[in-house]
């Protein structure tokens, strides 16, 4: 019962190439979220923080 959890876990790891494959696909996401924190949410609160005023 426990080898055949084990290798139950061992199938459902993600190879190298899974691996690979998802970072390539969040890579877009992850630079996208970067430019939103750096450029977008500093205007959003300027503009706020104006309006506020």
Do not use: H, N
Not at 16 to 45: C, N, Q, Y
């Amino acid at each position: 019962m426990v080898q055949q959890y084990v290798q139950a876990v061992d199938d459902a790891s993600p190879t190298d190439e899974e691996r690979a494959t998802f970072a390539a696909r969040t890579r877009r996401f992850r630079r996208f979220l970067v430019a939103k924190s750096l450029v977008v949410f500093p205007i959003v609160g300027y503009a706020l923080g104006e309006a506020i005023d």
